[in-house]
């Protein structure tokens, strides 16, 4: 069955740094892949799409890359700061469509000042 | 924009009680989605609808049923609950026309059955 894996420990970084997550997954050749952001008490918010044709895809701070003969992803925060202290989940399609999402467990981002 | 909206915001449930969860999204979505999401676990799909009309079982269905009222509304109802349907649920949506599109989620609705 398709699997996702993101490392389950908290990330703690300090400000200014680029934090780095990663996103493992079996059994699966996505066409694209999403990263969102998640804080306490409230509802994902996404954050970026990258397709499988994409090495690396950019908004802002944010960088994320999508290695499919890994099966992975990184997503990179750029001179963080503490309001980016959030969980960060990675989202595949399932495999026949209709946009249905499987989430990671999510990892979880404290910049500290 | 309001986006999606759940309510109620938070419950609590006595075992073999039942309720309904209510979704409604203004974005015009075609697809909206219930999750639960327990720790350490992720989101985990319940039921999904692809379009008014349709509904379908996600990975983790019994004990629940679903209502899609409308293109607006996707509803989720515990029959009988249970202990172990503790969580937190949300609903989202989003635009099945359109490939590789992010979803919407609400606020989340926070479930606890004593």
């Known amino acids: 069955s398709q699997k996702i894996e993101q490392n389950s420990e908290a990330l703690n970084i300090q400000e200014g740094k680029t934090a780095t997550l990663t996103c493992n997954y079996t059994n699966y050749s996505p066409a694209y892949l999403q990263w969102y952001r998640q804080d306490p008490g409230r509802g994902p918010v996404f954050l970026l799409l990258i397709r499988e044709n994409e090495k690396e895809k950019r908004k802002e701070r944010l960088k994320v890359t999508f290695d499919t003969t890994l099966k992975q992803s990184l997503f990179h925060i750029t001179a963080s700061q503490p309001a980016d202290s959030a969980t960060y989940l990675c989202a595949l399609p399932f495999s026949g469509g209709y946009n249905k999402l499987i989430f990671g467990a999510g990892t979880r981002l404290a910049v500290h000042p | 924009n309001a986006g999606v909206t759940q309510t109620p915001k938070f419950q609590v449930l006595k075992t073999g009680q039942s309720m309904t969860l209510q979704c409604a999204q203004d974005?015009?979505?075609?697809?909206m989605y219930w999750y639960r999401q327990d720790p350490g676990m992720g989101l985990r799909l319940i039921y999904y609808?692809?379009?008014?009309?349709?509904?379908d079982k996600g990975e983790v269905p019994n004990g629940y049923n679903v209502s899609r009222l409308n293109k607006r509304e996707f509803s989720l109802r515990l029959e009988s609950a249970a202990p172990s349907q503790t969580s937190v649920y949300f609903c989202?949506?989003?635009?099945?026309?359109?490939?590789?599109?992010?979803?919407?989620f609400g606020q989340g609705t926070r479930l606890t059955v004593v």
């Open positions: 609808s692809a379009s008014e009309g349709t509904t």
């Open positions: 974005m015009n979505h075609n697809s």
């Open positions: 989202a949506s989003s635009e099945v026309t359109t490939k590789n599109t992010e979803a919407f």
